[in-house]
């Protein structure tokens, strides 16, 4: 399996677990930490996918969906079904 | 129509995710996701009975819609497929008429929710999309079919003597929920990003009846 989609595997599995735990600081510690310019696109958007049931119990991933849609609206041509569904 | 291709093995162009479909017999189609790794690795995720979620390919020649979503956004559904298989390899996914909305518990964070009794085949692939944002349909808008109560009647009868008896009572209690048949969710991928409402889809679900058809008297 490629890197991008081994990382993906990862990321699941660390995120899915820290929920179940009711670890939500250290989700929102992870989403604070997030810097779109710096990481992958796909880890990015792993994030806000892994993280989308848990979006009203998450302090910060608010702020971060906002960053990441400016950081996408400034270096994607296209950019209509990038993060439809994930607010 | 552009996004759906026949196919007898493995689709070469497939974007990280995509839909297959195929004729059980001349009145039942079944429906499943395919994925696709970057090292170019087919997997097989469908809901093939209760607590039966198989990773096998279909033995026979099906149809595959290419969703019209964003390249980047079917990875995110790739990954979920894989994350889905691993969570429930053992025990699996009960098969019952739920909707497919809500299916990953924000309290337990466990797919499929404590609340649910089950999907279908249609509706556990409705219910992947959905986990990952991606809503194809607008449920509200699928109208009561007497000919799906019929179905789902069929359904229940077969699924008596292989599930518990609450089981049983919890399904025949959705007799009347809106079916969203396996074509109609097929055709609901080709017009993502939804949702999409029912007179959009239906007369693709038609055209992919017949290119079904068209398979089946080919063979």
């Not at chain 1, 971060?64 to 607010?87: H, S, W």
Request: aromatic fraction near 8%; hydrophobic fraction near 40%; glycine fraction near 6%.
């Amino acid at each position: 399996m490629g890197s991008v989609d081994s990382a993906l595997d990862i990321l699941y599995d660390k995120v899915d677990f820290l929920l179940r735990e009711g670890k939500l600081s250290k989700v929102d510690e992870i989403l604070e930490s997030a810097n779109p310019e710096t990481l992958n696109i796909n880890i990015i958007l792993g994030l806000l996918t892994t993280t989308l049931p848990a979006k009203t119990k998450l302090k910060v991933r608010g702020t971060f969906y906002e960053t990441v849609e400016a950081y996408v609206n400034d270096q994607f041509d296209d950019t209509a079904g990038i993060l439809i569904g994930l607010k | 129509m552009q996004n759906l291709y026949g196919a007898r093995s493995l689709p070469a162009e497939l974007r990280h995710a995509g839909v297959f479909i195929f004729s059980v017999d001349p009145t039942q189609r079944h429906l499943g996701l395919i994925s696709k790794s970057d090292s170019g690795e087919i997997e097989w995720l469908h809901l093939a009975w209760h607590y039966f979620l198989s990773q096998s390919s279909p033995e026979k020649e099906f149809l595959w819609i290419d969703p019209s979503i964003a390249t980047i956004r079917l990875r995110q559904v790739a990954a979920q497929c894989r994350k889905i298989a691993r969570e429930n390899a053992i025990g699996g996914i009960p098969y019952a008429f739920d909707l497919p909305n809500e299916c990953f518990d924000a309290d337990s964070m466990r797919f499929l929710a404590a609340t649910k009794h089950g999907l279908t085949c249609a509706t556990f692939v409705l219910a992947v999309f959905e986990t990952v944002g991606l809503s194809l349909i607008d449920s509200e808008t699928w109208p009561e079919r007497e000919d799906d109560i019929d179905w789902k009647s069929t359904i229940i009868e077969k699924l008596k003597g292989r599930a518990e008896t609450s089981h049983i009572q919890n399904i025949e209690s959705q007799l009347h929920f809106a079916r969203f048949r396996p074509e109609e969710v097929a055709a609901s991928a080709t017009i993502a990003p939804g949702p999409s409402d029912f007179s959009s889809v239906s007369p693709i679900a038609e055209e992919i009846l017949k290119s079904l058809a068209a398979i089946d008297t080919d063979n």
